[in-house]
């Protein structure tokens, strides 16, 4: 059994930052890419942000320079710093890890249940 909690979702004004936060608990072996989606109403989900165990990270361009992605690979967590928050940034955010439960096994793509970011402008 395999869980991503997501925290720190919220209301903010426009310009303000948040900090959402992901962990991965149960039955891992090795955690590969971490990442950030977001889905906002009406629309398919997207990358926002991914980060490798190395620390290698790829943005969407409507966030580069707003927003940073880290990890803890100890503590098997994955942080976005979003700061410069704008109205179209409104969405429900997911956590993502590529992991596997055992040597044996394949990596295979995790979700958190999502937390909601809400920016008034």
């Known amino acids: 059994q395999v869980q991503l909690v997501e925290s720190g979702g919220g209301l903010v004004q426009a310009g303000g930052s948040l900090t959402l936060s992901c962990a991965a608990s149960?039955?891992?072996?090795?955690?590969?890419?971490m990442g950030w989606y977001r889905q906002a109403p009406g629309k398919q989900r997207e990358l926002v942000a991914a980060i490798t165990r190395g620390g290698s990270t790829n943005y969407a361009d409507s966030v580069k320079g707003r927003f940073t992605i880290s990890r803890d690979n100890a503590k098997n967590a994955v942080y976005l710093q979003m700061n410069s928050l704008k109205p179209e940034d409104t969405a429900v955010y997911y956590c993502n890890a590529a992991l596997r439960q055992s040597p044996s096994t394949y990596y295979r793509d995790y979700w958190g249940q999502g937390t909601q970011v809400t920016v008034n402008s």
């Open positions: 149960g039955s891992i072996f090795s955690i590969n890419d």
